[in-house]
């Protein structure tokens, strides 16, 4: 029994009140009476988690008389917040909450209405998850703070330099890409296929400079793998502009160790530079481009 509460404290990772912090202590300390007095008190300020204790210490009997009916309606209760509090650690009581009054009543509602908070706890914790990513590439990257908020979305997936580079572009192509994703999942193809149009417009600079970039990347290399190495990241860097998802299988066979690695000649290395000026030149789809540079390894 005493793990089992144990369990509950620990699952519920939410920072205690003062009345909670000491219930909790006097719980550690095996004074059940003075920790379930603690709980009572601090549950009349509406806190979830000592509302909780309170309905487990009479469903378990602890330090009180067992009284299931009794927790089972402090469960309700807790129940009913949903209404108003959908924070992941309001959401996480609340599914314990449903969890303990199914125990007790094998009512299936219970256990279809946990699965509905459940699914409401993980997209809230992605959601969550989600904008913690975004602060952290902005912090590192304030240069693609240009984005409006609303589109920030898979931000992180570019190259910093190209929001320092168009800034103006970006922001655009970031909210057209929303905009794109959107129509897509409503199967608007004819709007699907006007923001390509638009969005092969905006993007044909940035991808030129790309271009510019790797070809200057190819004239610094010293070793056959260096190469590999410009094409690789070439691919990663135009990847989230085109939406052709560039597979780990690809990804392995651009930046694939096992070849021997050798010192390029001044001919060499100029004529794979040739080469890709007249791939870039000759091939305006990146699937032809990728198909023609892999050769070029």
């Keep these: 029994m005493r793990h089992f509460i144990i369990f509950l404290l620990f699952t519920i990772s939410i920072l205690a009140s003062t009345l909670e912090d000491e219930a909790y202590k006097a ?15 601090d549950a009349k300020n509406h806190n979830l988690k000592s509302m909780l204790m309170v309905g487990v210490f009479f469903e378990k009997g602890l330090s009180v008389p067992q009284n299931k009916k009794l927790a089972l309606k402090i469960y309700k209760a807790i129940i009913k917040e949903i209404k108003y509090k959908h924070t992941l650690k309001d959401l996480k009581i609340i599914s314990i909450a449903l969890n303990r009054a199914y125990a007790i009543t094998n009512d299936n509602r219970y256990k279809e209405l946990l699965s509905k908070i459940n699914k409401l706890f993980y997209k809230q914790n992605n959601k969550e998850n989600l904008n913690k990513d975004i602060q952290e590439y902005l912090y590192v990257c304030p240069a693609a703070k240009v ?3 609303k589109y920030q979305e898979g931000i992180w997936e570019f190259d910093c330099n190209l929001f320092n580079k168009f800034p103006k572009r970006m922001a655009l192509f970031m909210k057209l890409r929303y905009l794109r994703e959107k129509a897509f999942s409503n199967d608007q193809n004819e709007l699907v296929a006007k923001i390509d149009n ?3 417009l905006i993007i044909d600079p940035i991808i030129k400079y790309l271009q510019k970039d790797t070809i ?6 010293i070793y056959n793998t260096d190469i590999k190495s410009c094409n690789y990241d070439f691919f990663a860097r135009i990847d989230p502009l ?9 990804a392995k066979r651009l930046s694939n160790d096992n070849d021997i690695e050798y010192r390029l000649s001044t001919f060499e290395k100029q004529k794979l530079i040739n ?9 305006n789809s990146v699937k032809n481009i990728y198909y023609h540079i892999v050769k070029l390894q």
């Design 216 to 221: 200057d990347c190819y004239s610094k290399a």
């Design 275 to 283: 080469k890709l000026i007249d791939i870039f030149s000759s091939n």
């Design 198 to 200: 638009e969005i092969d």
């Design 27 to 41: 719980y550690k300390n095996q004074n059940y009476i003075k920790a379930f007095r603690l709980y009572k008190e």
């Design 242 to 250: 085109k939406f052709k998802n560039f597979s780990n299988d690809l």
């Design 147 to 149: 984005v409006d908020s």
